[in-house]
């Protein structure tokens, strides 16, 4: 089994974490034990907000469901959380309150000075709550003054917890790998992801480890773009203008600087960029994901297999310019497999079984199990059913209630990749689900439609349709476990 720790650095980060929990929740990592670790200033980031929502989702879904006998949650997740690189020094609010500007003009005026002509007045004093503002020169400043020792003495102890594990996986079989993703055209991302690769490459050598760790990263190049926020008299926020010159810089660092830290570089952008609404930082910052992301999460496989003696450097290209297919992705048909049997899956579950399993609570199982046949190898239908789960049980109406929560955010999640496209949608056919998670479309009678360019024999259509999967479950059902949980890999299993 290979170990992953994956780093969110920044919203771009966190949500390149989002997309690798899904991809991990169908499997698609392969045999693996995946930490997460995000990485942001801004402890409101609407975009860390969602992906901590989704981390805390899967970690519940993978305890209840990974006993089952598919590959649907049945590898282990453990969640370091969030680490803030402003630390105990939230408290100062801004750049000069960090440093101590005033002290430093008593003390040291050279420096002071230095500050000065490095940084305007309008940039030693934003208010830093919500980041570093799409500014990489400030968020470089204040992640230049971590080492490792700052990092172990960080709240809640999450760095040296990671290193603790990391260290006993090195001696054992299997790949280990610490995979960062950031952005390099705005703050966090930009001044983060070359620092902290710098520290992980120096401790591990500190220790000597470091040729049984792969340290890789995706790097996120311009992939969005927003109109001028409206933020009162702040001036100092990100501003689409400057993504380029930040982009330089950045790869430029990274050429000159951190030359033999990385293993692997994943470069990843887009030249039609998506345009998200206006904000600086703050639960406001909550954009839609992009197949940026998901391609930099589908980097982490890539970057387990290979351990090349110098830093190697990958991109990857598209075979249309109106859209993505699915042979445009590494290992297509693989992801195009899981991915469409996720789709599928989550959908038969959130719009019809979930609404089932309701009716059956309501109705009782006995009454129920008359018009569904399928209900009485999972579920209690009367005295009789000796060593089954009751429907209306606390602990199947948990699971239950669970699953409906990944199905929703997955569902969601893949709309989002769908429409990020000026052309139409690509990969999946979701237009139609309602926006919010409380409502219900009308139900589809067959799956396929669902999956964009899905070539089906006749008997696989078929197959796909919800009374044929019902029929197959009644058939089959009693090969799996009981309750809530055997059901949903009886499904999985099937689509």
Not at 314 to 334: A, N
Not at 407 to 418: S, V, Y
């Amino acid at each position: 089994m290979k170990k992953v720790y994956a780093i969110g650095i920044g919203g771009s980060g966190a949500k390149c974490v989002e997309s690798l929990l899904f991809l991990h929740s169908l499997g698609l990592l392969g045999e693996t034990r995946l930490g997460t670790l995000l990485v942001d200033a801004d402890a409101s980031n609407g975009n860390g907000q969602r992906t901590g929502i989704v981390l805390k989702t899967v970690a519940q879904c993978q305890s209840a469901f990974q006993r089952g006998k598919t590959a649907f949650m049945r590898y282990p997740l453990q969640d370091y959380e969030t680490w803030n690189p402003l630390g105990d020094a939230t408290h100062a609010g801004n750049l000069g309150g960090i440093f101590n500007k005033q002290a430093l003009g008593a003390q040291a005026p050279a420096l002071a000075k230095v500050m000065d002509v490095l940084y305007g007045p309008a940039e030693q004093s934003a208010d830093l709550d919500v980041g570093f503002r799409g500014r990489p020169p400030i968020g470089s400043a204040v992640m230049s003054r971590l080492d490792w020792e700052g990092l172990n003495r960080a709240q809640g102890g999450q760095w040296q917890k990671l290193l603790d594990n990391l260290l006993l996986e090195t001696s054992s079989p299997g790949a280990v790998v610490v995979h960062l993703f950031g952005s390099v055209f705005g703050g966090t991302g930009a001044a983060g992801t070359p620092t902290l690769a710098s520290l992980i490459d120096r401790k591990l050598r500190e220790e000597d480890c470091r040729g049984q760790v792969r340290l890789n990263a995706s790097l996120l190049l311009p992939y969005f773009g927003f109109e001028r926020p409206d933020d009162g008299d702040q001036t100092v926020f990100a501003e689409t203008r400057f993504f380029a010159l930040n982009t330089q810089a950045a790869l430029q660092y990274f050429a000159e600087q951190a030359e033999g830290v990385l293993d692997n570089v994943y470069l990843l952008g887009h030249q039609d960029k998506e345009n998200y609404p206006s904000c600086t930082g703050g639960a406001e910052q909550k954009n839609g994901a992009h197949f940026a992301e998901l391609y930099s999460a589908l980097a982490v496989n890539h970057g387990a297999e290979r351990k090349a003696p110098e830093t190697q450097v990958f991109y990857i290209s598209r075979g249309r310019f109106d859209r993505l297919t699915w042979s445009d992705l590494p290992q297509g048909e693989t992801v195009k497999t899981a991915l469409a049997k996720g789709v599928r899956f989550a959908y038969a579950w959130r719009y019809n079984f979930s609404l089932e399993l309701a009716e059956a609570r309501r109705l009782g199982g006995k009454r129920f199990f008359k018009g569904a046949p399928w209900f009485r190898h999972f579920f209690a239908i009367g005295a009789g059913s000796s060593g089954l789960p009751t429907v209306e049980g606390e602990t199947q109406v948990q699971q239950a209630q669970l699953l409906d929560q990944w199905c929703g955010a997955f569902l969601n999640w893949c709309r989002q990749i769908a429409k990020a496209n000026t052309q139409s949608e690509q990969f999946f056919h979701l237009q139609d689900l309602a926006d919010s998670e409380s409502e219900y479309r009308e139900e589809l009678e067959e799956l396929a439609p669902l999956i964009l360019d899905l070539e089906q024999s006749e008997d696989r259509r078929r197959g796909d349709h919800l009374d044929n999967l019902k029929f197959q479950l009644d058939n089959q059902g009693r090969r799996y476990d009981p309750g809530v949980s055997g059901l949903a890999h009886a499904l999985f299993d099937l689509l």
